[in-house]
């Protein structure tokens, strides 16, 4: 108390208001750090170890079915599965071709998930018998090879369409994703109400991904057969465009008639369900190769994008026509999303090839060459791509290799394939092209071919005599007994045309096919 004591003996308190304003700043500096460390940094250490991104390869389900009639199930099931799973935007699924070499796989878990390059692995089998169906599906993660969940369901077949929404909104309850009113929508949409169609669009799509002329050929039977049982079943018409389109562009089928009937089927699924991406892809494609009408091409092309982002083939093939318009840049981002979804496609990755050749990139376009190699040896037309990639890099006796490699597995070509080295021998790679000049002169399927030879050996006026044969022929109707791809639009974005690209009668030919109006190289 201050009172008890002399005024003489209580001190003055000292002003130490100098002393603590700078400890209270920093001391504020301090706590307003620490709320910024927490804030970022604090939520990171309690973070799940699981990725953000959450991508899926569904492997192929076991078919555990007795009676040979079923043996298609378990690979039908797989691709109903992946169908769902890309209703769902937050996923990214890969496509069917680069999961089907893992049908009776033994690699484990995590080889797999890094080889597809995803998070999440779905497994398991499908059992039909008579009118039961059993499906077990597990869900995985893929670098821990960790079970997230599993399931079995058995049902009668008239709700097997019932079974597959189920198991697209486990999984994506497990993954916990929260679905928007339009993809549970979608999830549940019905296709058909008709089982007897449905099964005999499962049976089509089974044939038709076997990609041969005989396989496409029973699938349009079945597709046929399912279009009889229910007239409005939009995905059997979609799978209909889908074989003819693959059918014309192989040669396999009369060209123009097989594009015309793609289309035709593609334009009567769009009346049922005008959201739907195959037929959007397959009008896009048929616009673009057949019809040359490139405006209407890329706005059905960028909406099958648009509409499934998860659809490898719309990426492609909207890759293809922004290729051919020289749009580089795009045309890589497109491809590249399409590697993504099917990095096993060898479709998809000679498609690649090309395009790293047309961007300059001949080192990338002999690695693309070598992968496709690895994932399908069977596939000739990478040996074809190699031997242009060695031709322009100066390495002709590569050249030479791929070049006699392609011919070795062409059963037309393969007892002239031994010749190759000779010719090399005695007249160099210019010889070597004049010898297939020669070999293709009266084959009027080569034109286009013939005129790209003569293109790069620089004689000029013979390349624009093929060039305009070629596309004489193509506007005649006369190609579609041509067995191999009509590629001609090409031409405007390849390097090996550049010799003529200046002269007026290119310049013709790039006005009739409509491209005149397009910037290239």
């Not at 990171?44 to 079915?65: G, H, Q, R, Y």
């Not at 192989?250 to 334009?267: I, N, S």
Request: hydrophobic share 40%.
């Amino acid at each position: 108390q201050e009172g008890e004591y002399p005024k003489e003996m209580i001190k003055a308190k000292p002003d130490r208001s100098k002393y603590l304003k700078p400890k209270i700043i920093l001391a504020s500096f301090f706590v307003m750090a620490l709320i910024v460390l927490g804030y970022f940094y604090i939520p990171e250490m309690f973070k799940s170890s699981e990725p953000v991104v959450k991508s899926i390869a569904v492997l192929p389900l076991e078919n555990m079915s007795d009676e040979k009639e079923h043996e298609w199930f378990g690979d039908a099931m797989t691709d109903e599965i992946i169908m769902q799973l890309y209703k769902i935007k937050q996923f990214t699924v890969r496509s069917r071709t680069s999961i089907m070499q893992y049908k009776e796989t033994s690699k484990p878990s995590k080889v797999i998930g890094r080889e597809l390059k995803v998070n999440y692995l779905i497994e398991g089998s499908a059992q039909r018998f008579e009118d039961i169906v059993r499906i077990r599906v597990q869900l995985i993660y893929a670098a821990t090879d960790n079970h997230i969940w599993g399931e079995t369901y058995e049902a009668k077949w008239k709700d097997i369409l019932s079974v597959q929404s189920e198991i697209a909104r486990q999984i994506a309850d497990k993954l916990q994703t929260v679905l928007t009113p339009e993809e549970k929508e979608l999830i549940e949409k019905t296709p058909t109400k008709n089982l007897e169609a449905y099964n005999s669009y499962l049976q089509g799509r089974f044939f038709w991904n076997k990609r041969t002329k005989e396989g496409l050929e029973k699938s349009l039977e079945y597709f046929e057969k399912s279009i009889a049982e229910d007239p409005d079943y939009a995905l059997a018409y979609a799978g209909m465009a889908d074989a003819y389109c693959i059918l014309a562009w192989w040669g396999w089928y009369p060209r123009l008639e097989g594009y015309a009937r793609a289309k035709e089927f593609a334009l009567r699924a769009l009346n049922i369900d005008k959201n739907l991406s195959e037929a959007h892809a397959i009008l896009g494609d048929v616009l673009c190769w057949s019809e040359w009408k490139w405006e209407e091409a890329s706005k059905e092309l960028k909406l099958a994008t648009e509409l499934n982002q998860n659809y490898a083939t719309a990426h492609q093939y909207y890759s293809e026509f922004l290729d051919i318009i020289g749009r580089n840049d795009e045309a890589r981002a497109q491809i590249n999303m399409a590697l993504e979804l099917d990095p096993f496609s060898t479709a998809i990755n000679g498609t690649s090839e090309l395009y790293y050749y047309n961007e300059g990139k001949i080192e990338e376009s002999l690695n693309a060459c070598r992968k496709t190699l690895e994932i399908n040896s069977d596939y000739v037309w990478a040996y074809w791509q190699s031997f242009y990639v060695y031709v322009r890099k100066g390495e002709d006796l590569k050249a030479v290799e791929a070049l006699q490699q392609f011919m070795l597995r062409d059963t037309l070509t393969i007892k002239i394939a031994n010749a190759i080295k000779d010719v090399y021998n005695k007249a160099g790679m210019n010889g070597l092209l004049n010898w297939l000049i020669e070999l293709q002169l009266k084959n009027p399927a080569a034109n286009l071919y013939t005129a790209k030879w003569y293109a790069m050996l620089g004689k000029k006026e013979e390349a624009l005599n093929r060039l305009d044969k070629a596309l004489e022929a193509r506007l005649s109707g006369k190609p579609e007994t041509n067995s191999l791809p009509d590629e001609i639009p090409r031409i405007y974005n390849s390097p090996d045309f550049d010799n003529i690209r200046s002269e007026p009668r290119f310049k013709a030919v790039i006005k009739k096919m409509g491209l005149s109006e397009y910037s290239v190289r």
